[in-house]
């Protein structure tokens, strides 16, 4: 397998908090023209993006949860830092509420694991805006419903179970094993 080089797309900020998805995604990144920086959390990538302007990066790959913080918060600071930057917002537990709040903050894009590299930069690259406007072919279904639901008041409630509970009604015990739960894929 040969890979080659391309020209020099710009630099990218890559912020995931697992380490060997970090490492590979990086190298592969890397090896299709873009000059990478990483970082496996919150503060890390804060500190790269307190460098000169110069070094501010053009794209950034940023996982939605990072140990506990979330990616969300990055979204300004990149924007600080180069306003032009092309955001692309990964998850593992995508949902709609996430999506909305990561576009309405300045992400370009938004994706689900797992995602290959060929689809990463396509993203990155594509202006086309937030994931070419498709439009699911199906509805949700009342399970996938409800986790979208809960996850939109659990946002509003910056993350606070009791509070959300208390707006959704909910014995907070009741709250905690919906949201251990992985939402359903449809």
Request: aromatic share 4%.
């Amino acid at each position: 397998m040969s890979e080659s080089i391309q020209e020099d797309l710009g630099r990218l900020l890559l912020v995931d908090d697992d380490a060997v998805f970090n490492r590979v995604l990086a190298r592969a990144l890397a090896a299709r023209g873009f000059a990478v920086d990483s970082a496996i959390s919150l503060d890390e990538a804060l500190a790269l993006l307190g460098r000169p302007a110069e070094e501010s990066p053009d794209y950034a790959v940023v996982d939605l949860n990072l140990a506990g913080s979330s990616g969300l918060k990055l979204i300004g600071a990149l924007r600080a830092a180069n306003d032009a930057c092309r955001i692309l917002m990964l998850t593992g537990y995508a949902s709609i509420s996430t999506a909305v709040d990561a576009i309405k903050l300045g992400a370009s894009q938004y994706l689900a694991k797992p995602v290959d590299t060929d689809t990463i930069v396509k993203a990155l690259l594509d202006e086309s805006g937030p994931n070419d406007g498709a439009t699911p072919d199906q509805t949700l279904s009342v399970s996938r419903l409800e986790w979208e639901h809960i996850q939109r008041v659990l946002a509003e409630h910056a993350g606070n179970i009791s509070a959300t509970a208390r707006a959704l009604k909910m014995h907070r015990r009741t709250l905690q094993r919906k949201l251990s739960k992985r939402p359903s894929k449809d």
